[in-house]
């Protein structure tokens, strides 16, 4: 990759280093600092030269140690800040070099990153419990604004004759050109032959909208048909459309962060992927990968609240057909993803 990117040196590269690394400042490394070391505490925690003694200590609060700089990972909007720092930044620049694909879901790598702490009586009086389903839009939520401020800003559209190919869906050019007519046709109004903005996790946002802000619903989703109609457009009529959404969106975090994410509105989460799988709003792989996580994160959270209910018991036999709907991004279909999805509830009438 560093030779495909004309880089020297990718253990020198400040290009790689900003996230394969704690890439500080000269001035801040101490004498045991070696960037060799990876992403360690202080990578993700932040400098640790006025917090370390005092977490340590048998005194230390978690209120203390925020106060001399300690990182609040524990909160849910700053951590969906940072992880997407790294995980929102892959430009196509660096997709052509032979950087793996970047997917996102806050909830689902917070369950794959191995837990260096305790979940226990102590760790929840001092921060907190942090419900996976609300992890989960919240990171959604984070995600789209991120991504949205990159559109707004027509600098950050990139320069030249193409703009950044990162914020499109990788697979409306990286697919086959023949698909059976039924397969291609389903599904939001698709732009062949043009990039269509990655949207799938503004899908996820208007369905967990409808759970929460069913006020805000409509209009992110129209937004979110509005701005995947505009990348067919100008630069300048797509920054204007992510502008509108995005409002609606930063409208929305608020309430995702106060909303309690109940075990019926787990329930009501599930039905309406089902209902917006079967309805053709899972047409490319991008946005199926997104509904499949949604869904593992809302079982997980049930499994650990105790939750019996019968929406819940079908989504856990469920997963396992939308794992292998999903197996393979070459082989994706969707038919065979809105199938597994009937799963999930009974098909609309």
Request: net charge negative; with cysteine; aromatic share 6%.
């Amino acid at each position: 990759m560093a030779s495909n990117l004309g880089l020297e040196n990718a253990t020198t590269a400040a290009l790689c280093l900003d996230c394969h690394a704690d890439n500080a400042a000269m001035t801040e490394r101490g004498p045991q600092f070696d960037t060799a070391d990876g992403v360690g505490c202080e990578r993700c925690h932040g400098g640790a030269a006025r917090w370390l003694g005092p977490h340590v200590s048998d005194t230390a609060t978690h209120r203390g140690n925020i106060e001399a700089g300690l990182y609040p990972t524990a909160e849910p909007i700053a951590r969906a800040r940072l992880c997407i720092s790294c995980h929102q930044r892959v430009d196509h620049r660096l997709y052509g070099a032979g950087h793996p694909r970047i997917t996102f879901e806050l909830d689902t790598y917070t369950a794959n990153q191995p837990a260096h702490f305790r979940n226990d009586a102590d760790y929840k009086l001092r921060k907190g419990t942090i419900n996976g389903v609300k992890l989960w839009a919240i990171g959604q939520a984070v995600a789209a604004i991120t991504m949205l401020d990159t559109i707004s800003d027509f600098e950050g559209l990139g320069e030249g004759l193409l703009p950044e190919l990162a914020l499109f869906d990788c697979h409306s050019c990286h697919r086959r050109t023949a698909r059976p007519e039924e397969e291609a046709m389903q599904g939001p109004r698709v732009y062949r032959a043009l990039p269509t903005v990655n949207d799938s996790g503004l899908i996820m946002l208007g369905i967990a909208a409808e759970a929460v802000a069913p006020d805000l619903a409509p209009g992110i989703r129209a937004e979110t048909g509005a701005l995947r109609d505009a990348a067919a457009g100008t630069r300048a009529g797509l920054a204007a459309s992510a502008r509108r959404l995005n409002e609606l969106v930063q409208a929305l975090l608020p309430r995702l962060a106060e909303n309690a994410f109940t075990a019926n509105e787990q329930t009501l989460l599930l039905q309406a992927i089902s209902r917006r799988g079967q309805e053709g709003a899972f047409h490319d792989f991008a946005d199926a990968e997104q509904a499949v996580m949604a869904v593992a994160s809302i079982v997980a959270a049930s499994r650990l609240e105790g939750s019996g209910d019968t929406t819940v018991q079908a989504a856990v036999r469920a997963l396992d057909s939308l794992y292998e709907a999903t197996r393979t991004q070459d082989d994706y279909r969707p038919s065979a993803f809105q199938q597994a999805l009937r799963q999930l509830a009974p098909a609309p009438r």
